[in-house]
């Protein structure tokens, strides 16, 4: 990996989609009891609020991204509310990275930062970039402050064929799910990884989705 594209990496970190699982199996948590940390309570429905900007994705991706962000709004049973904003003001961040992509088997990163600015991700990856400002899972504390996804922008498909631009929107609401603290699943769930997973809209939250954002968010954090 060049130098300049390891130094671009340093923003974008955390929890992979890849064809094998990097979390453990039985993990539906990221970080265990970690919370996204921006909330609302409108008329005593809680919300998660996300103020995500995606003008470092490429364009190729605009359809897939608004449909993810419609995905989480119209599918979350309201926990979750995502409004663009400027980029200095977002604490949701969704680029995409156009050098050569040095994890064959992986197509995106999320990176989480707590209230110190601390990023967390797999052991592996923070070691290969460096370990700047990085801590572990244990030692990342209770609170997301915000998170950076990027995608490769050479994965073009997610395996191809007639569903291949919404198995692109999949990916892109899986990531945000890692974002809110969603970790992998093998029930059928929008965080469970693969494409043409034997349900229809599987690019979308699912009943198990909305069951953890409702045990997870059931009051606010700070």
Same mark, same amino acid.
């Given at each position: 990996?060049?130098?300049?594209? *390891? ?6 970190? !955390? $929890?992979? $989609?890849?064809?094998?699982? %990097?979390?453990? #199996? ?15 309570? $409108? =008329? ?6 996300? =103020? ?8 190729? &991706? ?9 995905? &989480?709004?119209? =599918?979350?049973?309201? *926990? ?6 400027? @980029?200095?003001?977002?604490?949701? %961040? ?5 050098? #050569? ?47 950076? !996804? ?8 997610? /395996?191809? /064929? +007639? ?5 692109? +929107? ?19 769930? $929008? ?5 043409? @997973?034997?349900?229809?809209? =599987? ?7 909305? +069951? ?11």
């Amino acid at each position: 990996m060049k130098k300049t594209n *390891k130094s671009l990496l340093i923003f974008f970190i !955390v $929890v992979i $989609v890849c064809t094998t699982a %990097v979390l453990p #199996a039985s993990a539906h948590e990221v970080v265990p009891n970690a919370r996204w940390c921006h909330m609302s309570n $409108v =008329y005593g429905s809680i919300k998660c609020d996300m =103020y995500y900007n995606a003008d470092h994705m490429s364009p190729g &991706w605009s359809l897939q991204v608004n449909q993810a962000i419609t995905n &989480w709004g119209s =599918y979350s049973n309201g *926990k979750v509310r995502m409004s663009w904003t400027p @980029l200095g003001s977002a604490n949701c %961040v969704l680029s995409t990275y156009n050098g #050569a992509w040095p994890y064959p088997d992986c197509f995106a990163f999320t990176m989480l930062y707590n209230k110190n600015g601390k990023y967390t991700t797999d052991y592996n990856i923070a070691l290969d970039i460096g370990l700047g400002n990085y801590v572990s899972f244990s030692n990342f504390g209770s609170r997301i402050n915000s998170a950076t !996804v990027i995608f490769n922008n050479g994965y073009s498909d997610g /395996g191809g /064929g +007639a569903n291949a631009a919404m198995n692109r +929107a999949k990916t892109i609401t899986h990531e945000i799910g890692h974002c809110l603290n969603l970790g992998h699943t093998s029930s059928q769930s $929008v965080m469970r990884q693969g494409w043409d @997973l034997g349900w229809s809209n =599987y690019d979308r939250p699912q009943d198990h989705d909305r +069951a953890d954002l409702n045990n997870y968010y059931n009051k606010i954090y700070k």
